[in-house]
Protein backbone atom coordinates (compact mmCIF):
# COMPACT_ATOMS: atom_id res chain seq x y z
CA UNK A 1 0.00 0.00 0.00
CA UNK A 2 1.35 3.31 -0.94
CA UNK A 3 1.51 6.60 1.28
CA UNK A 4 -1.69 8.76 0.92
CA UNK A 5 1.09 11.50 1.37
CA UNK A 6 2.24 12.62 -2.09
CA UNK A 7 5.55 13.42 -1.03
CA UNK A 8 5.83 10.85 0.63
CA UNK A 9 5.30 8.65 -2.57
CA UNK A 10 7.75 10.49 -5.14
CA UNK A 11 10.23 9.76 -2.23
CA UNK A 12 9.07 5.75 -2.19
CA UNK A 13 9.24 5.66 -5.77
CA UNK A 14 12.89 7.43 -5.85
CA UNK A 15 14.22 4.82 -2.87
CA UNK A 16 12.96 1.96 -4.77
CA UNK A 17 14.11 3.37 -8.04
CA UNK A 18 17.43 3.77 -6.70
CA UNK A 19 17.38 0.39 -5.05
CA UNK A 20 16.70 -1.50 -8.75
CA UNK A 21 19.94 -0.33 -10.24
CA UNK A 22 23.00 -1.49 -9.67
CA UNK A 23 25.24 -0.38 -6.41
CA UNK A 24 28.02 1.35 -8.51
CA UNK A 25 24.96 3.60 -10.10
CA UNK A 26 23.45 4.14 -6.59
CA UNK A 27 22.41 8.55 -6.44
CA UNK A 28 21.68 8.83 -2.65
CA UNK A 29 24.52 9.69 -0.10
CA UNK A 30 22.71 7.96 2.84
CA UNK A 31 19.47 6.77 3.97
CA UNK A 32 17.71 8.86 6.31
CA UNK A 33 15.79 7.76 9.67
CA UNK A 34 12.13 8.75 7.48
CA UNK A 35 13.24 7.11 4.67
CA UNK A 36 13.95 3.29 6.65
CA UNK A 37 10.55 4.20 8.31
CA UNK A 38 8.88 4.94 4.86
CA UNK A 39 10.12 1.80 3.51
CA UNK A 40 9.40 -0.31 6.39
CA UNK A 41 5.98 0.48 5.55
CA UNK A 42 5.14 0.31 2.49
CA UNK A 43 8.04 -1.64 0.33
CA UNK A 44 7.13 -4.73 -0.29
CA UNK A 45 10.49 -6.22 -0.85
CA UNK A 46 11.90 -4.98 2.31
CA UNK A 47 8.88 -6.20 4.21
CA UNK A 48 9.12 -9.77 3.00
CA UNK A 49 12.42 -9.61 3.70
CA UNK A 50 12.22 -8.97 7.49
CA UNK A 51 9.54 -11.58 7.54
CA UNK A 52 12.21 -14.16 6.47
CA UNK A 53 14.64 -12.62 9.10
CA UNK A 54 12.03 -13.36 11.83
CA UNK A 55 11.18 -16.60 10.94
CA UNK A 56 14.78 -17.70 11.03
CA UNK A 57 15.22 -16.11 14.59
CA UNK A 58 11.70 -16.82 16.29
CA UNK A 59 13.50 -19.91 17.63
CA UNK A 60 16.38 -18.21 19.17
CA UNK A 61 13.89 -15.67 20.20
CA UNK A 62 11.99 -17.93 22.20
CA UNK A 63 15.31 -19.77 23.74
CA UNK A 64 16.05 -16.34 25.17
CA UNK A 65 12.84 -15.64 26.61
CA UNK A 66 12.37 -19.01 28.17
CA UNK A 67 15.74 -18.37 29.87
CA UNK A 68 14.08 -14.98 31.18
CA UNK A 69 11.40 -16.51 32.58
CA UNK A 70 13.37 -19.45 34.35
CA UNK A 71 15.33 -16.84 36.03
CA UNK A 72 12.53 -14.89 37.10
CA UNK A 73 13.97 -12.05 35.06
CA UNK A 74 11.26 -10.05 32.83
CA UNK A 75 11.66 -10.49 29.29
CA UNK A 76 13.56 -8.61 26.84
CA UNK A 77 11.89 -6.77 23.84
CA UNK A 78 12.59 -9.13 21.13
CA UNK A 79 14.68 -7.73 18.55
CA UNK A 80 14.86 -8.50 14.73
CA UNK A 81 17.50 -10.83 15.38
CA UNK A 82 17.98 -12.64 18.12
CA UNK A 83 20.44 -15.30 18.86
CA UNK A 84 20.26 -17.64 22.02
CA UNK A 85 23.28 -18.00 24.14
CA UNK A 86 26.05 -20.31 23.71
CA UNK A 87 25.30 -24.14 25.11
CA UNK A 88 28.24 -25.64 26.90
CA UNK A 89 29.31 -28.85 24.84
CA UNK A 90 28.06 -32.02 26.53
CA UNK A 91 30.60 -33.32 28.93
CA UNK A 92 32.58 -36.46 27.48
CA UNK A 93 32.13 -39.66 29.77
CA UNK A 94 35.13 -41.50 28.59
CA UNK A 95 37.48 -38.38 29.46
CA UNK A 96 35.89 -38.50 33.08
CA UNK A 97 36.20 -42.35 33.26
CA UNK A 98 40.08 -42.20 32.41
CA UNK A 99 39.97 -38.84 34.65
CA UNK A 100 43.03 -40.33 37.12
CA UNK A 101 45.44 -41.17 34.18
CA UNK A 102 44.97 -38.03 32.46
CA UNK A 103 45.82 -36.48 35.69
CA UNK A 104 48.74 -38.78 35.51
CA UNK A 105 49.32 -37.99 32.27
CA UNK A 106 49.60 -33.76 33.11
CA UNK A 107 51.75 -34.58 35.80
CA UNK A 108 54.46 -36.50 33.53
CA UNK A 109 54.44 -33.98 31.14
CA UNK A 110 55.72 -31.44 34.47
CA UNK A 111 58.64 -33.82 34.69
CA UNK A 112 61.33 -32.66 31.53
CA UNK A 113 63.24 -35.69 32.42
CA UNK A 114 61.12 -38.37 32.95
CA UNK A 115 58.58 -36.95 30.06
CA UNK A 116 61.40 -37.15 27.82
CA UNK A 117 61.92 -40.90 28.59
CA UNK A 118 58.44 -41.99 28.75
CA UNK A 119 56.76 -39.85 25.55
CA UNK A 120 57.48 -39.73 22.38
CA UNK A 121 60.00 -36.97 20.75
CA UNK A 122 57.65 -36.36 18.44
CA UNK A 123 54.52 -34.38 18.71
CA UNK A 124 51.66 -36.38 19.39
CA UNK A 125 47.87 -36.12 20.28
CA UNK A 126 46.99 -36.29 23.97
CA UNK A 127 45.03 -39.83 23.17
CA UNK A 128 48.47 -40.69 21.41
CA UNK A 129 50.44 -39.67 24.79
CA UNK A 130 48.13 -41.45 27.27
CA UNK A 131 48.20 -45.21 25.38
CA UNK A 132 52.07 -44.26 25.50
CA UNK A 133 51.88 -43.93 28.96
CA UNK A 134 49.72 -46.90 30.06
CA UNK A 135 51.52 -49.29 27.62
CA UNK A 136 55.16 -48.27 29.22
CA UNK A 137 53.61 -48.12 33.09
CA UNK A 138 52.27 -51.98 32.75
CA UNK A 139 55.70 -53.30 32.36
CA UNK A 140 57.29 -53.64 36.13
CA UNK A 141 61.06 -53.31 35.12
CA UNK A 142 59.49 -49.62 33.76
CA UNK A 143 58.44 -48.89 37.79
CA UNK A 144 61.48 -50.21 39.03
CA UNK A 145 63.19 -47.70 36.77
CA UNK A 146 61.07 -44.52 37.65
CA UNK A 147 62.03 -45.54 41.62
CA UNK A 148 65.60 -45.51 40.46
CA UNK A 149 65.10 -41.93 39.39
CA UNK A 150 63.27 -40.91 42.19
CA UNK A 151 65.89 -42.55 44.79
CA UNK A 152 68.97 -40.84 43.33
CA UNK A 153 66.95 -36.90 43.16
CA UNK A 154 66.26 -37.50 46.57
CA UNK A 155 69.98 -38.69 47.39
CA UNK A 156 71.35 -36.06 45.22
CA UNK A 157 69.42 -33.29 46.30
CA UNK A 158 69.00 -34.59 50.10
CA UNK A 159 65.53 -34.39 50.05
CA UNK A 160 62.03 -36.46 50.44
CA UNK A 161 60.08 -37.31 46.90
CA UNK A 162 58.14 -34.28 46.07
CA UNK A 163 54.22 -34.99 45.75
CA UNK A 164 54.07 -34.93 42.00
CA UNK A 165 57.07 -37.33 41.87
CA UNK A 166 55.23 -39.41 44.80
CA UNK A 167 51.59 -38.93 42.55
CA UNK A 168 53.88 -39.97 39.73
CA UNK A 169 55.24 -43.61 41.37
CA UNK A 170 51.39 -44.10 42.72
CA UNK A 171 49.39 -43.69 39.43
CA UNK A 172 52.42 -45.94 37.06
CA UNK A 173 51.61 -48.47 40.19
CA UNK A 174 47.85 -48.79 39.67
CA UNK A 175 48.21 -48.75 35.75
CA UNK A 176 50.41 -51.71 36.40
CA UNK A 177 48.63 -53.81 38.57
CA UNK A 178 45.51 -53.51 35.96
CA UNK A 179 47.49 -56.49 34.76
CA UNK A 180 46.56 -58.74 38.07
CA UNK A 181 43.46 -59.59 38.99
CA UNK A 182 44.51 -61.96 42.49
CA UNK A 183 47.20 -59.85 43.64
CA UNK A 184 48.79 -56.52 43.15
CA UNK A 185 52.08 -54.84 43.16
CA UNK A 186 52.11 -52.30 46.71
CA UNK A 187 54.44 -49.46 48.20
CA UNK A 188 56.81 -50.29 50.96
CA UNK A 189 56.57 -47.70 53.82
CA UNK A 190 58.22 -48.00 57.22
CA UNK A 191 57.38 -46.12 60.67
CA UNK A 192 59.16 -42.89 61.80
CA UNK A 193 60.95 -42.98 64.89
CA UNK A 194 62.22 -46.69 64.55
CA UNK A 195 65.45 -48.25 64.77
CA UNK A 196 67.45 -48.35 61.34
CA UNK A 197 67.48 -51.85 60.26
CA UNK A 198 69.48 -52.31 57.13
CA UNK A 199 67.12 -55.66 56.23
CA UNK A 200 64.65 -53.32 56.06
CA UNK A 201 65.58 -50.19 54.98
CA UNK A 202 68.07 -47.93 52.72
CA UNK A 203 69.63 -45.04 54.38
CA UNK A 204 69.99 -42.08 52.18
CA UNK A 205 72.05 -39.84 55.03
CA UNK A 206 75.67 -40.85 56.06
CA UNK A 207 74.46 -41.85 59.81
CA UNK A 208 72.13 -42.11 62.41
CA UNK A 209 70.21 -45.30 63.90
CA UNK A 210 66.61 -43.85 64.11
CA UNK A 211 64.28 -43.13 60.78
CA UNK A 212 63.88 -39.27 61.36
CA UNK A 213 61.69 -39.41 57.65
CA UNK A 214 60.43 -41.81 55.21
CA UNK A 215 62.16 -40.31 52.01
CA UNK A 216 61.01 -42.47 49.30
CA UNK A 217 58.55 -45.47 49.54
CA UNK A 218 60.07 -48.66 48.94
CA UNK A 219 58.07 -51.72 46.06
CA UNK A 220 56.48 -54.88 46.52
CA UNK A 221 56.04 -56.86 43.08
CA UNK A 222 52.85 -58.50 42.34
CA UNK A 223 54.36 -62.14 43.59
CA UNK A 224 54.71 -60.17 47.05
CA UNK A 225 58.88 -60.33 46.84
CA UNK A 226 60.49 -57.19 48.08
CA UNK A 227 62.39 -54.94 45.10
CA UNK A 228 62.93 -51.80 46.42
CA UNK A 229 63.57 -50.82 50.26
CA UNK A 230 62.24 -47.72 51.65
CA UNK A 231 64.59 -45.29 51.61
CA UNK A 232 64.88 -42.74 54.68
CA UNK A 233 66.61 -40.22 56.22
CA UNK A 234 68.05 -41.42 59.70
Not at 46 to 56: E, F, K, P, Y
Not at 186 to 211: F, H, I, K
Request: proline content about 7%.
Amino acid sequence: MEPTDEVQRRRLRELQANAAEAVSSWRLEKLTVPDLLLLLRHDPTLQQLVRSLNAVATPQAEAVEGSSRASDQPPIGSPILAFAPPVAPPADPLRQQVGAELSLLQALRTDSKLASEWLSAEPECEGRQLVRLIARAAQWDVVLELWDTLALRCKTQQRAVSTTELNLLQGALALHNLRWQDRQAALLECQVGADYDYRRMQRATPSGERVRALWLPGLRNAGAEVQKLPLVQT
